[in-house]
Each structure stands twice: as C-alpha cells, then as structure tokens.
C-alpha cells in the first residue's frame, strides 16, 4: 500500500492562479478530510468527505473546493490563489468510523506571491 | 461547535524526566478524542486514541493519556522522556459526523 500520497509536493503560484492539489488513498477509506496547517495553529479542516459523491465544509472553505467522485481520490482546487493561501496542505483518511485513525499524507507546500 | 485548547504552546523538559501534555476539549456529546505526533517537515502519526472504556489509554512509543470527563480533558503522559520523543504534539476531538478539530499544538523540546 502506498498509503496517502499527495501532490505536488512543493508550488509556488502567482495571486489570482488556480491549481489543485491532488490527493490519494490505496486503503479503501470512506473519510477524507484536507487541513491547512499554519505556524502556531495548529491542522485547520478545509474540507472533508465521508464518502463518494458526500463533501462538507469545514472551519476554513472559503477559498477552496472539493468534489469527491471515486473512493481513492479527493483533489483540492484553489479558484484564484491569495497570499494569506500560503500554508502547509494535509490530506488524511480513516476508515469508516470517527473513531479511526486518520492516515495522514506528506504535506504539500503551498506559496502563493 | 467543538474546540480542543492545548494551554501550553512550548514544553522543555530534560531527557529522563517524566512529561505530561495538557487538553482540554469542548464538546456536548461524547467526544472521540486522538492525540498525534508531529516530527519536523513530517505528516501527522497517531499517538494513541479514546472513545469508550477504560478511561487510561495506552499508545505507542510508551505514552498514555487519561480522559477524564468532569474536567473535560484528555492529558497526554510519558513517565521517561527520550530525546527522540521532541516533536510537536497535537490532540484532536472528532465529531459524530466525522468532523476533526485540532488543538494549535504543543512542541516538545528535550534537554540532553
């Protein structure tokens, strides 16, 4: 099993570009979920999903989209990129269940100019 | 909404001495509560984790947590701190809709 892989790894775009950053799992997980991560706050929950065809926003949305049409994958498309979009972007997977572990992928590093 | 607060933003403690994380989470049903790891440019790994039962829960790498529901909080334990364990712990609060909330992390340093 590869695990969560995410992609790219690294990005730099110019305010006002979109992109998506692309996320998948190999463990047949339900529950995906995309998280921000900025100096001294912590995983802040973009987006998540408890299924194919099911998203849901989190904390922080505005700004993003998600759709969810396969099991493995859950992309993340920034519409028109701004400098406070700069961050650190986690996907994560669990199971079923709120009670699984969440498989978290490497990160990908996100500066917007 | 639910909301974790882990009080403490830095820790140092020395190689040997025993260590303990605070959390405190809100929120009004039962809370499934996870406590992860992060080591530098890492992904998050978890620590251990509660949900029902015997409120002292063991995990990985000799750590424990207790959850203790009068105080609303999960505190993370380790009786003899390795310099491998500094790292940036955070505790998380999971939802019954599947929805996770992390507290802003405590980073542990160890002092040789």
């Known amino acids: 099993n590869a695990g969560v892989t995410q992609t790219p790894k690294f990005q730099v775009l110019k305010t006002g570009q979109s992109m998506t950053l692309q996320c998948a799992q190999d463990?047949?997980?339900?529950?995906m979920s995309w998280y921000r991560q900025d100096p001294g706050m912590g995983l802040r929950l973009i987006h998540y999903s408890v299924g194919a065809g099911i998203t849901d926003q989190g904390e922080v949305p505005n700004g993003y989209n998600v759709s969810r049409s396969t099991t493995e994958d859950f992309p993340l498309r920034l519409l028109s990129a701004a400098p406070s979009q700069t961050s650190v972007y986690f996907c994560?997977?669990?199971?079923?269940?709120?009670?699984?572990?969440?498989?978290f992928g490497p990160g990908t590093r996100l500066t917007v100019l | 909404a639910q909301s974790v607060t882990q009080p403490d933003i830095h820790i140092t403690v020395s190689e040997g001495a025993s260590l303990e994380l605070r959390c405190n989470y809100s929120?009004?049903?039962?809370?499934?509560l996870f406590w992860y790891v992060q080591s530098p440019g890492q992904g998050l790994q978890l620590l251990l984790k509660?949900?029902?039962?015997?409120?002292l829960v063991q995990g990985i790498k000799g750590f424990e947590a207790e959850f203790k529901r009068s105080q609303s909080s999960f505190n993370l334990r380790k009786p003899s701190v390795h310099w491998s364990d500094a790292a940036e712990y955070f505790c998380a609060v999971v939802t019954n809709a599947g929805k996770s909330t992390f507290g802003d992390g405590t980073t542990l340093t160890v002092k040789p």
């Open positions: 463990m047949n997980h339900e529950y």
């Open positions: 509660y949900f029902s039962g015997d409120t």
């Open positions: 929120y009004g049903a039962t809370p499934y």
């Open positions: 994560a997977s669990s199971y079923r269940d709120r009670g699984d572990t969440q498989y």
